[in-house]
């Protein structure tokens, strides 16, 4: 399954939500969005119909990425119930649904009502018995007490103050009961919410899954930032929204997975363009000594050929 594919009929339900409100111009819309994503800004001021058009492909498509990377370190680990907290209209559900055909029970917590009332439409509509049982309430994060193998919280520390990540992120913990996933843009700010989140849970005794390769003091600081990027491809109905003469787009973001139990983590990950020329491949990694630049020789033929079909956010042993 592609990280843009979604499972059951979602995107039927999608289709059928944003026609019976067919007629709302959405290119205002969708910039006024895009400016609230980029300032932090609480969903009470997000249009429901360019949501849905021109942002939950790309947060969908970052969620899932990272979920496919839990799945390739924590061998073995198969949830059976999901808690989606900041939910929006259960995007973080779907992909792990996609992933995880086998969980028997969701759990999603919204602050805005809104957005929980369209995810109770689009579970209803989704012909998926999870999704269709699932418990979705109207709640702002830490309010609830519900407990879950698996707890994403995707795009939803953006609206804390950076300070705030590391306190919200062990309330998260607390209501995990194997592993915990923060996704959230893959900005300065972002990352420095991540950047907090990591310290809080790794002084709580939570393990890393990703994407660090070691549990030490992260070596990003200053002007650098640990992000990754997803393309996805654009909707003609997304083109239109965002006046874009390009059919994919780039979704920048930075996560973070910790687990209650202890797995192999990978010797390095690549944290940025690999630069590749005729005399090598140079690539940024980063791994148990800090961030360090692996140049691998085209004279070394096999290696170099290796190299240069590696890409930004893969493992370096693989």
């Known amino acids: 399954m592609s990280y843009s594919e979604r499972p059951g009929a979602i995107d039927q339900a999608i289709a059928a939500w944003l026609q ?9 819309k969708s910039e006024k969005l895009t400016q609230a ?11 429901l119909c360019a949501y849905l058009t021109t942002r939950m492909p790309a947060t969908y498509a970052a969620i899932t990425r990272v979920l496919t ?39 999603m917590i919204e602050a805005d009502a809104r957005f929980s009332s369209l995810a109770k439409e689009l579970a209803q509509a989704s012909g998926i018995s999870a ?12 309010e609830s007490g519900t407990k879950a193998e ?49 310290a809080a849970l790794l002084a709580a005794g939570a393990h890393m899954l990703g994407p660090c390769t070691q549990s030490g003091a992260c070596p990003m600081f200053g002007k650098d930032w640990c992000h990754f990027t997803q393309r996805l491809a654009r909707s003609r109905e997304h083109m239109h929204a965002k006046a874009a003469t390009v059919p ?57 050929k290796r190299a240069k079909k590696l890409e930004w956010g893969d493992d370096v042993s693989t």
């Open 20 to 28: 019976s409100r067919e007629g709302s111009s959405l290119r205002d």
């Open 37 to 47: 994503y980029r300032h932090g800004k609480n969903s009470s001021q997000i249009d």
């Open 69 to 107: 990377e839990v799945v390739l370190i924590a061998e073995g680990f198969a949830p059976r119930t999901v808690l989606d907290v900041g939910a929006g209209p259960g995007t973080a559900s779907w992909a792990a649904l996609a992933k995880w055909p086998e969980i028997e029970h969701v759990s």
């Open 131 to 142: 999704l269709q049982s699932s418990h979705i309430a109207t709640a702002k994060l830490g």
């Open 150 to 198: 698996l707890v994403i919280a995707a795009y939803i520390f953006a609206e804390l103050e950076e300070r705030e990540a590391g306190e919200a992120a062990l309330k998260l913990w607390a209501q995990s009961e194997q592993v915990f996933v923060i996704i959230e843009p893959g900005t300065p700010r972002g990352f420095a919410r991540i950047r907090n989140a990591r």
């Open 248 to 304: 994919f787009e780039d979704e920048p973001f930075s996560w973070i997975a910790v687990s209650r139990t202890k797995y192999t983590l990978p010797a390095g990950r690549i944290i940025a363009s690999p630069v590749t020329t005729k005399i090598n491949v140079e690539l940024k990694v980063c791994n148990a000594q800090g961030l360090v630049i692996q140049q691998i020789a085209s004279r070394d033929k096999q290696a170099y």
